[in-house]
T-cell receptor
Framework: NAGVMQNPRHLVRRRGQEARLRCSPM?????VYWYRQLPEEGLKFMVY????????ESGMPKERFSAEFPKEGPSILRIQQVVRGDSAAYFC????????????FGDGTRLSIL | KQEVTQIPAALSVPEGENLVLNCSFT??????LQWFRQDPGKGLTSLLL?????REQTSGRLNASLDKSSGRSTLYIAASQPGDSATYLC??????????FGTGTRLQVFP
């Protein structure tokens, strides 16, 4: 399986808990992007990472949200003290190092906050 | 600030029709434009990528054109089928490497 893998597919959390979303990029891809799709809205960029580096986090809320892409293992999007407004589909995409290559998306994690 | 608009927002047609979906963007300084398909509850499937120096790309019954100077792209679907029913998204990539998405066109093709 050479696709972008996200897990879990569905995640339910109560308000105040932490949510951890994982993304394994396609084989050979070193760039990872996270996007959020709120209900009835388009996809919005959150953060762009390369191995061990955050390149652009301009779309990520300043508080409670963090992302990492360690040297070994998947990229993690972490949301602390979740609130109802965090309910959304979170998509990860990856691309190779070469410029202007298409981004390939995973199936997303659907986060529901009770 | 780049803004991407797609019209129509929704489209319902009988199968067999040829379709045109429109995408416009406000800043012509793009690196490429990508068309995606999203099925309900699923991720995005990349359909076509057009580099800024290209005018069009074709894949099977799909043809995408790009007019960068006027900030427009169209996705042409020939001989539509019920299996084409999905939301179609266009996204532009700027020099910061992130994709900026339109809100999509929901297409329904009925038998």
């Amino acid at each position: 399986n050479a696709g972008v893998m996200q897990n879990p597919r569905h995640l339910v959390r109560r308000r105040g808990q932490e949510a951890r979303l994982r993304c394994s990029p396609m084989k050979g891809h070193s760039h990872v992007y996270w996007y959020r799709q709120l209900p009835e809205e388009g996809l919005k960029f959150m953060v762009y990472l390369q191995k061990e580096n955050i390149i652009d986090e301009s779309g990520m809320p300043k508080e409670r949200f963090s992302a990492e892409f360690p040297k070994e293992g998947p990229s993690i999007l972490r949301i602390q003290q979740v609130v109802r407004g965090d309910s959304a589909a979170y998509f990860c995409a990856s691309s190779p190092e070469q410029a202007n290559q298409p981004q390939h998306f995973g199936d997303g994690t659907r986060l529901s906050i009770l | 600030k780049q803004e991407v608009t797609q019209i129509p927002a929704a489209l319902s047609v009988p199968e067999g029709e040829n379709l045109v979906l429109n995408c416009s963007f406000t800043d012509s300084a793009i690196y490429n434009l990508q068309w995606f398909r999203q099925d309900p509850g699923k991720g995005l499937t990349s359909l076509l990528l057009i580099q800024s120096s290209q005018r069009e790309q074709t894949s099977g019954r799909l043809n995408a054109s790009l007019d960068k100077s006027s900030g427009r792209s169209t996705l042409y679907i020939a001989a539509s089928q019920p299996g084409d029913s999905a939301t179609y998204l266009c996204a532009v990539k700027d020099n910061t490497d992130k994709l900026i998405f339109g809100t999509g066109t929901r297409l329904q093709v009925f038998p």
